[in-house]
């Protein structure tokens, strides 16, 4: 409407402005005495130029009316399946672009998480490589002070052995001090010796043995019942085997004394 005003006050002014020049070359035409011939053709010549230009204004309004009509229309023009497809359509877009918008803000913060839990992690795992360098150290330690301990051991023992051979030596000299008798006395000390350990074990089983009937400790201890029953079985192996024992260093002892008598 604003420009269909705009363009019936333009067609007005230009009728008015016509008009107007007429009337105004009526008064030059009367007013011939005063001006002279070029001046007033300058004058219309520019007066026309003028009212040539609008026209030509005028003209093009009117050319472009029709497209102010129709974009009026077009406005004023109720909501139809594409202008609200491509409103769906923008909502959409936009819908989109916060998707987008969190989904990288997501990615951000996630990437950010991730490199602090890497972080952390290789902390963590720096300093359980120290304490595993430490614990290597305190190994190694103990590896050497090991070695150290074997190598003094091994000095002990060979010197234990050293000591054992120089009392075997000196126990030889004694035994070479020594007369016959007192040869003899010695050997007969040291059989007596061994048959009398010999006994002390013997009882020892007997004793075992006697205490367990006596306080029933099979029964009353029936997990140790397995272990008491091999235990009696390997007390009968030793009693016999003491008895040969004895048996036997009676005989050494007796053959032995028969060879001094004979010599």
């Not at 769906?88 to 490199?115: A, G, H, V």
Request: positive net charge; glycine residues 2%; contains cysteine.
């Amino acid at each position: 409407m604003l420009l269909k005003i705009l363009w019936t006050t333009k067609v007005v002014g230009s009728v008015v402005s016509d008009t107007s020049n007429k009337d105004i070359r009526n008064k030059l035409i009367k007013q011939n005495d005063r001006l002279s011939v070029v001046q007033l053709t300058k004058y219309f010549q520019q007066v026309d130029k003028a009212s040539k230009n609008l026209d030509k204004l005028a003209y093009e309004c009117g050319k472009h009316f029709d497209s102010f009509d129709k974009i009026e229309a077009l406005v004023q023009k109720p909501a139809t399946p594409e202008t609200s497809n491509f409103k769906l359509m923008k909502e959409n877009f936009k819908e989109l672009s916060t998707q987008i918008e969190e989904t990288t803000s997501f990615s951000e913060r996630t990437l950010t998480r991730l490199n602090e839990d890497v972080h952390y992690q290789l902390r963590e795992a720096a300093s359980d490589l120290e304490v595993l360098n430490k614990g290597v150290e305190k190994i190694n330690k103990g590896i050497q002070i090991l070695s150290d301990s074997y190598h003094n051991n091994f000095l002990s023992v060979g010197d234990l052995f050293n000591h054992f051979n120089y009392n075997f030596k000196s126990l030889y000299d004694f035994l070479d001090t020594l007369n016959l008798i007192q040869l003899v006395s010695t050997f007969h000390t040291l059989i007596l010796m061994l048959i009398l350990l010999n006994i002390f074990r013997l009882f020892n089983f007997f004793f075992y043995d006697e205490l367990i009937k006596y306080f029933n400790l099979e029964k009353k201890y029936p997990r140790l019942a397995f272990y008491f029953k091999i235990r009696a079985k390997i007390s009968k192996v030793s009693v016999a085997l003491t008895f040969l024992f004895i048996i036997f260093i009676c005989l050494w002892g007796i053959s032995l004394n028969l060879l001094i008598l004979g010599s």
